[in-house]
Each structure stands twice: as C-alpha cells, then as structure tokens.
C-alpha cells in the first residue's frame, strides 16, 4: 500500500510516515500544496492524509482540485481542533474520512486501514481468499489455516496483491509500491521477493501471467 503524506510540520510528516510505514504502508511525505495536488494527479496513492493548513496551496483546494480531475483515492483530512467549518468543509470537498489535530497516532492508522478497505470493497480486517487468509490489522497471515512469517516488504507486496485481486497487476506498478523514491526500482529484486513469498506461501497463490504480470491465484 502505498500512502502520501502531506503535511507542512516536518516533525509531524516524520512520525506520520514512519508510523504509516510499521502498519504497512510505504509512505511519501509532500510539505506544500502545490506539490501535494501534482503527485496526487499524477500519481497512484492507496491513500492520502491531508493536512489543511499548507504554504503555496491550502489542503482544501488541493482536495477539490484532486476530486474535480477524477481522483478518487482515499483521503483522510487532518484539521485544528474544534474547527467544525473545516471538517464540514472538508467533507464537501470529498473527503472520505477526517481527525482533528493533535491525534493518537493509533486512531490515525486505524482509520487510515478502514479507509483503505472500504477503497477495496471490504468491510473487515480479515480476508480469506482460497486458502489464503490475511489479517490487515495484525499484518498476518495464514494458508490453510497455518500462520506463516513473512517480513514488512513481503507483507506489502502480498497485501497489494491482495486488494487488487480483481486483476493482474503489472511488475513496474508492484514496484512503485514497494518501493520509495529514492530507492532502486529494480524487476531483480522484484522477482526476489516474489520468490521467497512464494516459498513461504507454497504453491497457487501467486500466479504469473507472462508478459503482463502477477495476480492472487487463490481468488482466480
Ligand atoms: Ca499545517
């Protein structure tokens, strides 16, 4: 899952991003609107959070703007507290989810795992798929009822898969997910990771379609 976060408190971008990344997720820090309404136009986010008050272009006409080119990502607004006009604004807006400002980073990441499965179509923490189960809250998982240990990387690319189970998804698009900006995107270590997690899950979970990419087996 693959998360943006925009905030213009550096410290508080740190502790979202490094807290968006033990839950799961790889996340990007933006600090100014402008910046923030371009990567999400232009690029896949599984989720944003949003905060309002941000130099060069506020939060809200960030949201509008993202909304009115068609961008429906998840987005979780982070407003001052007792501001009831910015959430009502906020909601207006396109907002799907919001917290006023300070919050506990646990209700963040909770909120921000319901968002991403209300996105993918599902109401619970827990999904089976086949033999496949994986628990989004606890980031476990389990073939054929047995709990198999997989690290944060793998647990990443499998839960991708997982959400995007509908179709195939494409090895440069897994990567962009896995991986931050600054890392090496390389298909190598992609197939490394793909290896291993198929080694730990066994057989018919992960199908490769060749020349296009890789899909849940399980839910084929
Ligand atoms: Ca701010």
């Not at 550096?10 to 991003?17: E, G, N, S, Y």
């Not at 690290?151 to 990443?156: G, I, M, P, S, V």
Request: charged share 30%; aromatic share 8%; hydrophobic share 45%.
């Amino acid at each position: 899952m693959r998360a943006l976060v925009v905030e213009d408190d550096p410290r508080i971008a740190a502790d979202l991003a490094r807290s968006l990344s033990s839950a799961g997720f790889r996340a990007d820090i933006c600090t100014d609107g402008e910046d923030a309404w371009f990567r999400g136009d232009t690029e896949d986010y599984d989720l944003i959070v949003l905060d309002l008050g941000l130099p060069r272009l506020d939060g809200l006409s960030v949201l509008k703007r993202w909304r009115a080119n068609g961008r429906d990502m998840p987005v979780l607004v982070l407003t001052a507290r007792g501001a009831w006009q910015d959430r009502v604004e906020g909601i207006e807006a396109g907002a799907d989810d919001y917290l006023p400002k300070p919050f506990r980073m646990e209700e963040l990441i909770a909120r921000a795992r319901a968002l991403v499965r209300r996105a993918a179509g599902g109401g619970s923490a827990r999904t089976e798929i086949g033999a496949l189960a994986i628990d989004t809250n606890k980031m476990a998982v389990w073939v054929a009822g047995m709990a198999v240990e997989i690290t944060a990387l793998e647990y990443r690319l499998l839960s991708y898969l997982v959400y995007h189970r509908d179709r195939v998804v494409a090895p440069v698009e897994l990567l962009e997910h896995l991986y931050g900006d600054d890392d090496a995107r390389e298909t190598n270590a992609l197939e490394a990771v793909i290896t291993r997690l198929r080694r730990k899950l066994g057989p018919g979970i992960i199908g490769t379609r060749r020349g296009f990419g890789y899909f849940l087996e399980a839910a084929a």
